[in-house]
Every structure is written in C-alpha cells, then in structure tokens.
C-alpha cells in the first residue's frame, strides 16, 4: 500500500493552511458563497440544506486502526458523533461548522487522510481486488492509480 512521504505530507499541509485562510476570508465577509464555492469543493466541503457536509477520501478503500479511531474522534469533536460510508467508498460528516472545518482537515491529515478530490467531476477512489499488485495473471497493478 502506498504510504504518504515528505512530498505528501507536504503538500496537504499547505493545503490545509491554504484552506484555513480561505474560510477566514470567506468568515470575513471579503469572499462571497460563490468566490468561496470552488475553494471549499476542491477540499470537500459542501453547504447543504442545514449544514456543511464535508466528505473525506479513504485512501484504496482501506483504513488503519489509527485513521479509524481517527474519523471516530472527528465525528465526536466536529460532528454529531457518526460518519456516513458513501458508496465511493468516503466518509460524509453532514454536520461540521464552517469555522472548525480547517482544524478537522489538520487533524485527519495527521493519519494520511484529506478531503483533496473528494468531490466535483473527478477520479474519487479506485478499489480494486484485495491482491492487486501479486496476481501473476494481472494486467496492471491498479494502486498506482490510488496516489494522491
């Protein structure tokens, strides 16, 4: 399984600071829901009827002891205590404040999880057989297709 490396780490932590200045402009009233639109989709977070619903990748559909205990801890801390499994094989928090949700990104960073490409028309998640990579018969190892 592919594990983040500096580059990785790197990267979701800008985006995470990226994210946090975008809700504190958004907060201030400097952008509109519509400037703000794009900025919180790329990070997935919609605005639903009620709420902010953020959706977060599970990295090859598979998890950690530590990721989950992590989304357990997100969804006590920042939701109403539950998660939802999509059939893209995410996590949906349909209850997160707008305000709180750059803390929420940080903390799943710390186990290798973001909300990069978790919504709009793009490649979501690959899932593929559970001995993809050792099959003498495989065409293509598809998990190189699951970096971030």
């Known amino acids: 399984m592919y594990r983040y490396d500096e580059f990785d780490h790197k990267l979701v932590q800008e985006r995470v600071q990226q994210f946090r ?20 989709l790329m990070n997935g977070l919609y605005l639903q009827l009620h709420a902010y619903m953020l959706r977060v990748n599970v990295p090859y559909g598979a998890m950690t002891s530590r990721q989950m205990r992590k989304f357990a801890h997100v969804a006590r801390t920042y939701d109403r205590g539950f998660g939802h499994f999509t059939t893209r094989q995410n996590i949906q928090y349909n209850w997160v404040k707008l305000e709180e949700t750059p803390n929420l990104l940080a903390e799943l960073a710390e186990v290798e999880v973001t909300g990069i490409q978790s919504s709009g028309n793009c490649v979501r998640n690959i899932t593929s057989d559970h001995y993809a990579g050792r099959i003498k018969d495989e065409l293509a190892d598809p998990r190189v297709y699951c970096e971030l």
Request: glycine share 4%; charged share 40%; proline share 5%.
């Open 21 to 40: 200045h975008q809700v504190k402009r958004r907060l201030s009233g400097e952008l509109t829901e519509d400037q703000f639109k794009p900025l919180r």
